[in-house]
């Protein structure tokens, strides 16, 4: 399976952006997806995941009540909403997929996306 995000960009505290990641080369509906995030010189660290249906959500306490994460099955896409970003949400920000798992650990994750950076002005 193919992973295409994107979105990120520069933003001001306080701002929203919106990422969004494509999958494609198998039935999207088939996987678990992930979001996860990596800043310079810390570990890649877990931010949220949606079941399959989309029925079951889970984020990390960091971004609990700031951070929205969805898809959309029929255009084969899992969006990550961020609002009332800060500074220290700046990463690379990947998008994963799992056949069986939505759970933090990111070893659970056999596919990847390329990454989009999110940068958060003070």
């Known amino acids: 399976v193919q992973l295409q995000a994107s979105g990120g960009g520069l933003v001001q505290a306080g701002g929203s952006l919106r990422l969004s990641c494509a999958v494609s080369?198998?039935?999207?509906?088939?996987?678990?997806m992930g979001w996860f995030r990596q800043a310079p010189g810390k570990e890649r660290e877990f931010v949220a995941s949606i079941s399959r249906s989309g029925v079951s959500t889970y984020y990390a306490e960091s971004v609990k009540g700031r951070f929205t994460i969805s898809r959309d099955n029929a255009k084969n896409t899992v969006y990550l909403q961020m609002n009332s970003l800060k500074p220290e949400d700046t990463a690379v920000y990947y998008c994963?997929?799992?056949?069986?798992?939505?759970?933090?650990?990111?070893?659970?994750?056999?596919?990847w996306g390329q990454g989009t950076q999110v940068t958060v002005s003070s």
């Open positions: 994963a997929a799992s056949t069986d798992y939505i759970g933090l650990r990111r070893y659970k994750y056999g596919d």
């Open positions: 080369g198998r039935t999207f509906s088939g996987y678990d």
